[in-house]
């Protein structure tokens, strides 16, 4: 399983989101590959936010390898399933699309811990340390679920 995780600028949700996913697929021998994108390019080829990187560390997760890139349309070709972390962001990666299979690997990542509630992760970049210990939480949760499915699929 390909995913892709997708927040505004890449550098505080989706970074983390992806190293989480890709700590669970390591833990749980799932041949997938993760990768995280923003919507924006404010800050591509930057490293992650420090404080996404500090909650991650925290956790026994290093995302320091990581570099924010912008979402771009050929990532429908590369990627399974797409996580976008808020409305906004599915939006615009939905504008995207290019054709009907291409919008119906996208989804907002909460909806894998809770299905259709279409819940958002709050974006954690203009709070405290509070905000990001809470979006690792939402996050882990998700993501829970997501290796879970992978597991599944890749089964006999």
Do not use: W
């Amino acid at each position: 399983m390909k995913v892709l995780m997708v927040c505004l600028g890449n550098i505080c949700r989706s970074p983390l989101a992806e190293g989480i996913l890709k700590h669970k697929f390591r833990k749980k021998n799932i041949d997938g590959y993760v990768d995280s994108a923003g919507t924006a390019a404010y800050h591509a080829g930057e490293y992650p936010d420090p404080r996404s990187m500090e909650i991650a560390e925290r956790h026994g997760i290093d995302i320091s390898d990581q570099r924010a890139r912008k979402f771009d349309p050929e990532d429908f070709d590369r990627f399974d399933r797409i996580f976008a972390m808020d409305r906004s962001n599915y939006q615009n990666i939905l504008a995207q699309a290019r054709k009907p299979s291409d919008r119906q690997k996208v989804d907002l990542i909460m909806n894998m811990a809770y299905p259709g509630e279409n819940m958002q992760v709050p974006d954690p970049y203009y709070g405290g340390d509070q905000g990001f210990q809470n979006v690792y939480k939402m996050l882990d949760l998700a993501c829970d679920k997501i290796a879970a499915q992978a597991g599944k699929s890749i089964s006999p």
